[in-house]
């Protein structure tokens, strides 16, 4: 499964074979206990940036969390409400 459009998404709302290109952060769309510039530090530090292209490749069975994604070469596991701060084509 692809990005069949350029429309940007929310990678928490992305179902899990979604493949797409990071286009930014918001990380006031999220419900994270982080503070939003501790919750945007860690995103990038893991690779979370512009550009970067992205894959959602396994979910956790009790309510979709958390997920495991690859982004370029890394395989991060993550929670929902943190990647709804990662907007997506």
Not at 27 to 56: H, P
Request: glycine share 10%; no cysteine.
């Amino acid at each position: 499964m692809s990005s069949i459009d350029a429309t940007p998404r929310l990678l928490g709302n992305a179902p899990r074979g979604f493949r797409g290109t990071i286009q930014g952060l918001d990380v006031r769309a999220g419900g994270s206990s982080l503070s939003a510039t501790e919750l945007e530090s860690q995103l990038i530090e893991m690779g979370f940036v512009e550009g970067a292209r992205i894959e959602i490749l396994h979910e956790g069975a009790i309510r979709r969390d958390p997920i495991a994604v690859r982004v370029d070469n890394i395989t991060i596991a993550l929670r929902r409400r943190e990647a709804m701060s990662v907007v997506v084509i």
